[in-house]
Every structure is written in structure tokens, then in C-alpha cells.
């Protein structure tokens, strides 16, 4: 199994910055892919973006390109999100995931991280 542990949340304003931090723990030799997703109030836990192993090909969803950065230090089984020009609308709670596979489901799920970005 893998243990995930997100950090880094918390209260900013629009237009401010937060970067999150993902540490995994266990069987991490059998991560591949790491992903971060959201859930704002009342609504599904959405994709926000993913990356492969050794920092290898990112995606992103559209409402967060150019603002949001995903990456990723393998030496230290973490993975982070940085978030820039934060918006309103950007307020969820933030889960980071892992998968053994490129393409698919994720295997496992952190307890997740809030995020609230006033007006």
C-alpha cells in the first residue's frame, strides 16, 4: 500500500500563491503516476493535474493552465502542486492520488488539503 500525506493548504487572497506538498510513503517503487485533484463545496472531486514518473509528461486541466504547476521529486517520494494567481474559485479541498499505470484510476488518496482564496 502507499500512504499520502498533503500539506500546504490554507487562506490567501485572490492573487496570491500557495504550493502544496504530497509525501508518499510504503510501497512507493510502484508509483507511476501522481495526480492532484479538488473538491469545492457541494460539488465532485474534480482532476486538476497529473505527471509521471521522473518528472516525465504533465496535464493539466484547462481552467488551471498557465497558473498551476505540477512536479515532482522522486528522491523524496513527493510531489507538489504550486498555484499561482489563486481565484475565488479555486477554493476546495485538494487530494493528492497515486496510480501504478499512465492512464486510468487512481490507486490511492490522501486525506486532503483546504484551500480558501478570498476575494
Known amino acids: 500500500q502507499v500512504q499520502l500525506v498533503e500539506s500546504g493548504g490554507g487562506l490567501v487572497q485572490a492573487g496570491g500563491s500557495l504550493r502544496l506538498s504530497c509525501v508518499a510513503s510504503?510501497?512507493?517503487?510502484?508509483?507511476?503516476?501522481m495526480g492532484w485533484f479538488r473538491r469545492a463545496p457541494g460539488k465532485d472531486r474534480l482532476f486538476v493535474a497529473s505527471i509521471l514518473r521522473n518528472g516525465g509528461s504533465t496535464n493539466y486541466t484547462d481552467s488551471v493552465k498557465g497558473r498551476f504547476s505540477i512536479s515532482r521529486d522522486d528522491t523524496k517520494n513527493t510531489e507538489y502542486l504550486q498555484m499561482n494567481s489563486l481565484k475565488p474559485e479555486d477554493t476546495a479541498v485538494y487530494y493528492c492520488?497515486?496510480?501504478?499505470?499512465?492512464?486510468?484510476?487512481?490507486?490511492?488518496w490522501g486525506q486532503g488539503t483546504q484551500v480558501t482564496v478570498s476575494s
Open positions: 510504503g510501497r512507493t517503487f510502484t508509483i507511476y503516476r
Open positions: 492520488a497515486t496510480s501504478r499505470r499512465n492512464t486510468g484510476g487512481y490507486d490511492y
